[in-house]
């Protein structure tokens, strides 16, 4: 098949070069440019012909086109005709392709923000999970005339060896490697009481915060308010061993993820946002304990592995909470992961990240586009 895809992420990760997902000295994307990625190198890498307009520097690699976004019509008429055309963040970019084309949006994002009449120019939409799909659904004024289906994102396991360093041979070290705004203050707001319990667990965190902040900073409603809260919290513990790495390259992420015990996690977004959570799944491929508040798509995909937290942020029951259960996994789970402790084993952890791969993304996405076209094939049949 004759794939385009058409990545509408912006560019908050700045350009990168197409191997970025190999690279280990050239940034990062996030969990939606990253199935962009994987999936397309699938794709490409099993015979179609696939080409990638995106923030990306032209070029090819790994079976894939790469193209700029800026310039995708043109791409469009000159390198056609297309079977199939998939945007990803940005549905708008569909509203110019013809019907010749089976018209794909990959939505990771959380909402459906676009002109009327998008049901027009879009035959399917993919989630990457069934939580997500209901969501999507309850945003389609004509949802008879759009078909959704999931592709579930998933872990390059390759980045992570089994069997990894045993919990109780890894630093005491704590976790955060997503956005901040979904439950980063609840974390540091109680991270006195975990270090006063454990003098020399550590905290590390895996994002741009500082530039979050500057971005955040001005705007109204909970995302200005954020700005202050992080830069106030941030500053309160940042003697207590908390420590900001700023976004490295997933493949060194995935080297302090094995130095990792626990992955703290209160997740308390705004609205729905949590449409998968790559960060959990990346977790549980390195051995990691999640301790996760379970919201949005999360109880479907990792509620049967993950430690949850039950209580309700912000109040001061759920604190205790989140340091009780991060210092449990920090000593008493890490000495004996899944024994007298209680908790997933290791091999749970392994099990549970294995039911999600790229590959697997990349197989799920190539069933959804033969059968849109089979769809159409039988639609202009009758």
């Known amino acids: 098949m004759k794939i385009l895809y058409l990545v509408g992420f912006t560019d908050w990760w700045g350009n990168y070069p197409p191997d970025i997902l190999d690279r280990d000295d050239s940034g990062t994307v996030g969990g939606g440019e990253a199935a962009a990625l994987y999936t397309a190198f699938w794709l490409g890498q099993n015979g179609h012909d696939v080409t990638y307009c995106s923030v990306a520097t032209p070029g090819t690699y790994g079976g894939v086109k790469f193209a700029p976004l800026l310039d995708h019509m043109r791409t469009y008429y000159a390198e056609g005709p297309w079977d199939a055309v998939v945007a990803w963040a940005n549905m708008g970019l569909l509203r110019p392709i013809q ?31 069934h939580t997500h799909v209901k969501l999507m659904q309850g945003l389609t004024l004509q949802p008879d005339k759009v078909v959704n289906e ?10 992570y060896p089994w069997p990894p360093i045993a919990p109780k041979d890894r630093p005491m070290q704590v976790g955060w490697w997503s956005s901040p705004d979904r439950g980063l203050q609840h974390l540091l707001r109680a991270w006195p009481r975990i270090k006063a319990r454990v003098p ?30 992080l830069e106030m919290l941030l500053s309160q513990t940042r003697h207590l061993d908390v420590e900001l790495v700023d976004a490295i390259p997933r493949k060194r ?8 015990r626990v992955q703290a996690y209160p997740c308390d977004p705004a609205g729905f946002t949590e449409g998968f959570a790559c960060s959990i799944v990346e977790a549980m491929a390195a051995g990691v304990l999640p301790v996760v508040r379970l919201v949005d798509s999360l109880p479907e995909l990792w509620g049967s592995t993950a430690v949850p937290l039950e209580g309700v942020p912000p109040s001061d029951a759920f604190l205790d909470e989140v340091a009780d259960k991060v210092v449990w996994g920090l000593t008493e789970w890490a000495e004996d992961p899944g024994g007298a402790a209680g908790g997933p084993t290791m091999q749970q952890l392994r099990d549970h990240a294995e039911r999600f791969t790229w590959d697997a993304a990349g197989l799920q996405m190539e069933g959804v586009i033969e059968r849109a076209i089979e769809r159409t094939r039988v639609s202009k049949a009758a």
């Open 200 to 229: 020399e667990a550590k905290l590390k965190v895996f994002y741009q915060i500082n530039k979050y902040i500057a971005a955040a900073r001005g705007n109204p409603g909970r995302q200005g308010l954020m700005s202050h809260v």
């Open 150 to 159: 999931v592709v579930y994102n998933g872990v390059d396991l390759r980045m």
């Open 253 to 260: 992420l995935a080297l302090e993820q094995a130095k990792t």
């Open 99 to 129: 019907p010749g084309a089976v018209r794909i949006f990959a939505q990771q994002l959380n909402d459906l923000v676009c002109a009327t009449g998008w049901e027009d120019f879009c035959d399917v939409i993919v989630s990457p999970s």
